[in-house]
């Protein structure tokens, strides 16, 4: 199983900026697309971004230009760089894996806990 903790949420100011990291620890496994996803109050999950294992991108509408998600396979994190933070940015963000365990090549995914962000106008 990973295991996944998030890291650098936090209260930030309209057209500020938060960095979102998000580590995988555990053993017996590869990790496959890493992923953000936010849930404010009331509102359904959404996908903020996600990154495949080679680097590949994309991103919800809503955040296209203001947000870059990267990743550092060798510690097996991932990132959120939110720049230009709007008061509707405002939810509960969780990192998601999807990762190949081994040796049964059984593919399955896995949640953080999540990080509080909160943008005030």
């Known amino acids: 199983q990973v295991q996944l903790v998030e890291s650098g949420g936090g209260l930030a100011q309209a057209g500020g900026s938060l960095r979102l990291s998000c580590a995988a620890s555990g053993s017996g496994f590869s990790i496959n697309t890493m992923g953000w996803y936010r849930q404010a109050p009331g509102k359904q999950r959404e996908l903020v971004a996600r990154?495949?294992?080679?680097?590949?991108?994309n991103y919800a509408d809503s955040v296209k230009g203001r947000f870059t998600i990267s990743r550092d396979n060798a510690m097996n994190t991932v990132y959120l760089q939110m720049n230009s933070l709007k008061p509707e940015d405002t939810a509960a963000y969780y990192c998601?894996?999807?990762?190949?365990?081994?040796?049964?090549?059984?593919?399955?995914?896995?949640w953080g806990q999540g990080t509080q962000v909160t943008v005030s106008p």
């Open positions: 990154i495949s294992s080679y680097g590949s991108t």
């Open positions: 998601n894996a999807d990762f190949t365990s081994y040796p049964s090549y059984t593919i399955r995914a896995s």
